[in-house]
């Protein structure tokens, strides 16, 4: 997995995990608090997500074969994926059922010391996780506000820390304050209302996590940067003249797919349009390294074509800015003269 795959974070959160599972779970047996059995569950699980992501970020990392000629790059994104199932199913779901029991039949907490002690040992080393995933997120952030970097992230593993770790240390804060409320009233309802709240809060970090990686699945273009600098590379002004329309899909976090069809001459010679197209993909790579697979059509623009949808405006990654249309007295879209080059010379090396 590389850096930007947030193993160090991912690391991290589990060595906190699993140390504050164990501590929880002892606490629960000394004091008998729901709360604290249900984050012990949430620790538990969380230990399980942090492992899922390293799997997934493994597998990524396997060679493209003649059944997936595009590699694996997607594996983090299924594992992601099923990140937010576990949280939902095991964290979420067994932590309400934990609360309602609770609160059905309410009973006092014993040797109380143990849950305060545990809680604020898993609030410090939570928020030492916590730290390591918001540090390792801004090398990569940029200036995008929070709430933008887990919305638009590529790469699924840093957002699933940073929302699992934010879970942890409100979940914490929940299950602290259901537990004094429960030692300060001497009624153990509260302590089945902390746990209630815990499972409400982890369903919907889940349900956030879930959607957002399903987008990811389904497959995300490029960001609106690397578009711009896609289209900027593409056309020379002397060869391709513009971009009819184009489109880009990322095969994973880390390596992207574009397809273009880009408008020249009529009386461009096969020799001169292979050699352009040569030399877009190497301005493409240059510009955005992580475009790895690269397909582009030559055609001859027309009207007539950009009338029935092929217009850039109209088609996803496409530019606003068409070519001129007196380029070619052509009336009809139709290839350039001379077999098509194949511009996939450069991708099938990656691959």
């Known amino acids: 997995m590389s850096a930007s795959g947030g193993t160090k974070s991912i690391v991290a959160a ?45 597998k ?3 060679e493209a074969t003649p059944e997936h000629p595009f590699g694996y790059g997607r594996e983090r994104y299924i594992y992601a994926f099923l990140v937010s199932i576990v949280l939902f199913s095991v964290g979420g779901m067994f932590a309400i059922y934990e609360g309602y029991e609770k609160i059905k039949h309410p009973h006092e907490i014993e040797a109380w010391y143990w849950p305060v002690g545990v809680l604020v040992f898993a609030i410090i080393a939570e928020s030492f996780s916590f730290r390591t995933a918001i540090v390792e997120s801004n090398q990569t952030r940029g200036k995008r506000s929070w709430k933008e970097f887990i919305r638009h992230s590529k790469a699924p593993e840093l957002p699933v820390i940073l929302l699992e770790d934010l879970g942890a240390l409100v979940g914490l804060i929940l299950a602290l304050l259901g537990v004094s409320l429960a030692l300060a009233t001497g009624n153990g309802v509260w302590d089945g209302i902390g ?24 497959g995300e273009s490029a960001g609106r940067d690397d578009v711009e600098k896609i289209k900027a590379a593409i056309v020379d002004g002397d060869v391709v003249t513009g971009i009819i329309h184009m489109r880009t899909l990322h095969l994973g976090p880390e390596e992207l797919l574009v397809a273009a069809k880009i408008a020249v001459e009529h009386d461009d010679t096969a020799a001169e349009v292979a050699h352009a197209i040569n030399a877009a993909e190497t301005r493409i790579r240059e510009a955005v390294p992580i475009a790895r697979v690269i397909y582009l059509e030559p055609d001859i623009y027309s009207e007539a074509a950009a009338a029935t949808g092929t217009n850039p405006a109209k088609s996803p990654g496409g530019t606003d800015t068409e070519p001129d249309p007196e380029a070619t007295s052509e009336p009809t879209s139709e290839a350039a003269p001379g077999p098509a080059p194949e511009s996939t010379s450069e991708a099938e090396k990656d691959h």
């Open 14 to 58: 589990l060595a906190a995990n699993l140390a504050i599972a164990v501590a929880k779970f002892v606490a629960f047996l000394f004091s008998g608090s729901s709360s604290m059995l249900a984050e012990s569950v949430h620790s538990l699980a969380d230990s399980g997500n942090q492992g899922l992501l390293l799997l997934g970020g493994k």
């Open 60 to 62: 990524a990392k396997r």
């Open 195 to 218: 746990t209630l709240c815990i499972g409400i809060l982890l369903i919907v970090i889940a349900m956030v996590l879930a959607a957002e990686t399903k987008s990811l699945l389904l």
